[in-house]
């Protein structure tokens, strides 16, 4: 018994001094809780101060992201416009410009790209209220109204969908602003004049190569967007962000979804100002800022404090203010509650352990013994073996629970077995659920059309999508995944030069922690073929520290080889393929130096193109242009350097040939010329040219020599020409029907003879026989199916024979030797009663020349013996009478009858 008794002593003092550890224990832990807590409370200061001044930079940051967008987009395009590559008054080329910057940028805030002129005009496309493009046009055709147009598949105008008022971009402050400052500059802030927004525009000068300002380059965005920024970044934190003009406190854009102005009528507005905020903190923090220059201060405001910090915010034409507040509650309510759930669960485990103490000291711990002899012995292996339970007390529910404790334990190992099976159900449930997932994260990426992959700090692959496969020539992930990115599609340039890996933009993106763009350098394909590539490579985080990078990328080949396609067109005329005037004006400079001499320039212009375009067509005219093109390429072969500098003007550059060299150039090309002919025209083209034989010679006064001596031969060979360009198509009309080369010699022979029986000056008697011969020339234009026909014409047959006295009184109006044939010419088809074409004129109305070819001209169709049962001229002549004071004048068919008779 004593034994026993000495055990239960030993216990008794284990469990005090256990009990006493504990106590001492909690209390430990309690006052270092409490000291923790303390100096937790007094740095949240530090604390709050720095997630303001981090929200500051991301807010500046975000801002810069956003206003650099216009910059970058100006600063791309004013060299196009500069260098001439873009040609702002080529209709077709400048709206497909303006449509595809635009479009390029659609995922931006940019909601107009525009250009204005230093002489009012604007042009340029936008945005509509519906994010529909359109294309704006503004010049001396709009008589300076600013009109917009839909657009068209190809990117040019379409329909007119909007007739604004009066516009002129030279009053508008971002016109003003860039004019003024002579370089890249923000406007002042301003509303959109037609959607309720704050607008600002990011304007560049364009200048000429004088240095004389040509215009404006403009593209304007909302600045909504940044509201939506500022409460994003807030959102979280229970914050306050707001930006302000520095200067006026005039509000720019904020996180409390206040407007940002007020709308006064008549599309006025008044914008708000700080001053007018509900929250003297901030209004405080800027005056105090205003004063002191302190970015940085805590302020009481009502029921909290508030931590406000203040960084500004330059580019050019921007002074901005950013404003973030901080509540002191964001941090210390939390620290304050901990704290003091702390010290209130130390006092009462403090007091639970003094009355644990007190009670085990004064009970009877005899059950206990029995407890650890049975714990022994199953933890022994003895399962069976359960503890006596003595009284109902807490030695006896310990021993009550153990007893159920066994029971479980024997239980849970008897169906072990049983658990494991269901627990592997479950897992492999968790795996299912995971593997969807993934599925399902791999699904959304294979229906991007951008290719994107992942890859590790060591630039192995990660993942990729299906349009990257695609792209790269792939078949399956696998080929990909585990492979390091930059050795299988990156490593060399597309002149095959290597790409250390240090210098690989990708491979920095995670370096330095940084995203990066760019969109000149190729990837490999799997069959070792390279395509031009557009990337975007940014660095992937995971618990604040960088694992890898995430690549997008397109194939910009399409796009490459557009630009290569308008630095082409930059240089050369597009219709014949020759240089343009620029590219000859460009090396015009590059040329005239000592070792060029002597330099020769020949200048032509072609004749009939005029009349080719007029009468035949432009289809016609640029047979002509490409047919003299053709020439002046196989004369001139590689001697010297042929451009287009006109319509229908050309010049050749010849260094280091003599006058008599280019003479003889001069020669072959004209004796080319005159064995080609276009539909009805000849060949032809006037000729000058000058050479420069000394080095102090200004080589413009040689190319004014030539363009002067190519005029001077178009003059003194005016009538030449004329006359070979009529007799031209006379001939060609005869050739393709000699029914009417018969008929124009009868009609004319009759047209003579009329006259002379008119007693008409012999003058008059002359041109009346020359406009009989070439009454029909504008048959000409006529398909040889409707110009053969025997018999009636179809009802388009009829129209379009109707046509040909106004194409041949174009025709004869376009020389000086045939001017005062072409009302004849015109009018020859009238008839006396008025039911005539094409004015539909009667009686004298109808000039007398025309009157005389009318009859002459009814009376050999009647009996003209190549006609297809011709009448007799007995028969033709009573016609002709029949239809006197009808169709034809009586006076002239009374003379017409007793000259036939």
């Known amino acids: 018994m004593r034994k026993i008794k000495i055990q239960r002593n030993n216990i008794s003092i284990r469990m005090i001094i256990i009990i006493s550890f504990i106590i001492l224990m909690l209390a430990t832990v309690g006052l270092v809780g409490y000291i923790v807590f303390s100096k937790w409370l007094s740095s949240a200061d530090e604390v709050i101060t720095e997630i303001a001044e981090n929200m500051d930079i991301e807010i500046y940051n975000q801002i810069d992201r956003f206003l650099n967008v216009p910059l970058h987009i100006n600063e791309v395009n004013q060299g196009l416009i500069e260098n001439g590559i873009i040609d702002i008054y080529n209709e077709i080329e400048r709206e497909m410009f303006f449509v595809g910057v635009l479009k390029t940028h659609s995922g931006e805030a940019v909601y107009s790209f525009s250009y204005g002129t230093e002489a009012g005009e604007y042009y340029g496309a936008r945005r509509n209220d519906k994010n529909i493009i359109e294309i704006m046009r503004n010049n001396a055709d709009t008589d300076g109204n600013s009109w917009y147009y839909s657009v068209t598949d190809d990117m040019t105008a379409g329909e007119l969908v909007v007739e604004a008022g009066k516009f002129d971009p030279r009053t508008r402050a971002w016109y003003k602003a860039a004019k003024e400052s002579q370089k890249p500059v923000f406007s002042p802030i301003y509303k959109h004049f037609v959607m309720d927004d704050l607008t600002v525009s990011a304007a560049i000068p364009i200048y000429n190569k004088g240095g004389e300002l040509q215009g404006v380059l403009g593209s304007h965005i909302t600045l909504s967007r940044i509201d939506n920024y500022l409460k994003e970044i807030v959102k979280s934190k229970n914050a306050v962000a707001l930006i302000i003009e520095k200067n006026s406190g005039e509000l720019i854009a904020n996180s409390l979804g206040l407007a940002n102005f007020k709308k006064l009528g008549e599309g006025t507005i008044k914008r708000l100002n700080i001053d007018e905020l509900d929250n003297q903190a901030i209004i405080q923090a800027y005056k105090n800022y205003n004063s002191t220059e302190d970015n940085s201060l805590g302020i009481e405001n009502e029921d909290d404090r508030l931590y406000i910090n203040l960084k500004e915010y330059h580019k050019e034409g921007l002074d901005w203010l950013v404003i973030t507040a901080v509540p002191e509650s964001l941090l210390k309510s939390d620290i304050v509650n901990n704290m003091k759930l702390t010290l209130l669960l130390t006092i009462l485990a403090l007091i639970l352990s003094i009355v644990m103490y007190l009670k085990l000291t004064n009970r009877f711990l005899r059950p206990i013994d029995n407890l650890i002899d049975t714990t022994e012995k199953f933890s022994q292996g003895d399962l069976s073996h359960r503890a006596t339970i003595i009284r109902n007390d807490e030695i006896g529910r310990i021993s009550i629970s153990f007893n159920k404790m066994a029971d479980t334990i024997v239980m849970l190992i008897n169906n072990l077995e049983t658990k494991v099976k269901e627990r592997t159900v479950e897992l492999e449930e968790t795996n299912n659920a995971l593997k969807e997932n993934k599925d399902q994260l791999q699904l959304i990426l294979d229906s991007t059309a951008e290719a994107i992959y992942g890859i590790d700090i060591n630039a192995n692959c990660t993942f990729c999508n299906a349009s990257c496969l695609k792209m790269l020539g792939y078949k399956h992930q696998d080929e990909l995944i585990g492979k390091n990115m930059h050795l299988q599609i990156h490593h060399s340039c597309k002149d095959g030069t290597s790409i250390p890996i240090d210098e690989c933009k990708i491979y920095q993106a ?31 985080y995971k618990d604040g520290e960088i694992i890898g990078a995430v690549v997008t990328f397109m194939d910009n080949t399409e796009r490459k080889r557009n630009e290569e396609h308008i630095n082409y067109l930059s240089y050369h005329d597009s219709l014949t393929d020759l240089y343009n005037r620029m590219f000859f004006e460009d090396e015009l400079k590059r040329l005239d130096t000592k070792q060029s001499l002597p330099i020769s320039i020949i200048f032509g212009d072609i004749n009939g193109l ?13 047979a002509l242009l490409k047919k003299s093109t053709e020439i002046l390429k196989k004369v001139c072969g590689e001697k010297g350097i042929a451009a287009r500098v006109g319509g229908d003007e050309f010049a050749i550059l010849l260094p280091n040939t003599e006058a008599s060299e280019a003479e003889k150039i001069i020669d072959m090309i004209k004796n080319e010329l005159s064995k080609e002919q276009i539909v009805a025209i000849k060949c032809s083209m006037s000729l000058g040219y000058d050479t420069k034989t000394r080095a102090n010679q200004k080589i413009e006064r040689t190319m004014e020599n030539a363009e002067a001596g190519m005029y001077k031969e178009k003059m003194l060979n005016r009538k030449t020409i004329s006359s070979h360009m009529i007799n031209t198509i006379i001939e060609t009309l005869h050739n393709k029907n000699l029914r009417e080369k018969r008929h124009s010699i009868t009609v004319s022979g009759i047209c ?33 199916d409707i110009l053969n026909k025997e018999g009636a014409l179809t009802e388009e047959g009829k129209i379009e024979m109707q046509q040909h006295p106004i194409i041949g009184y174009r025709i004869l109006n376009l020389f000086d030797d045939t001017l005062d044939l072409a009302e004849g010419v015109l009018n020859h088809h009238e008839n006396w009663d008025g039911s005539g074409y094409p004015k539909g004129l009667k009686g004298e109305e109808i000039p007398k020349l025309a009157r005389v070819i ?42 017409f009858l007793d000259l036939m008779l």
């Open 510 to 540: 995670f370096i330095v922690g940084k995203g990066t763009h760019v969109d000149d350098e190729v990837f490999w394909r799997a069959d070792g073929t390279s395509f031009n590539v557009e990337y975007y490579s940014y660095p992937q």
């Open 610 to 622: 005029k009349l080719t375009n007029d009468i035949f067509g432009h289809v016609a005219g640029d």
């Open 752 to 784: 003579h003879d009329i006259g002379k029986a008119m007693k008409m000056p012999e003058t008059e008697v002359r041109k009346l026989k020359e406009a009989g011969f070439l009454h029909d020339i504008g048959k000409i234009v006529l398909d040889e």
């Open 854 to 895: 009318r009859v002459a001209e009814t009376y050999d169709a009647m009996t003209n013996k190549l006609k297809k049962n011709p009448m007799d001229k007995k028969e033709a002549l009573l016609e002709i009478k029949n239809k006197s004071g009808i169709i034809f004048d009586p006076e002239i068919v009374d003379i």
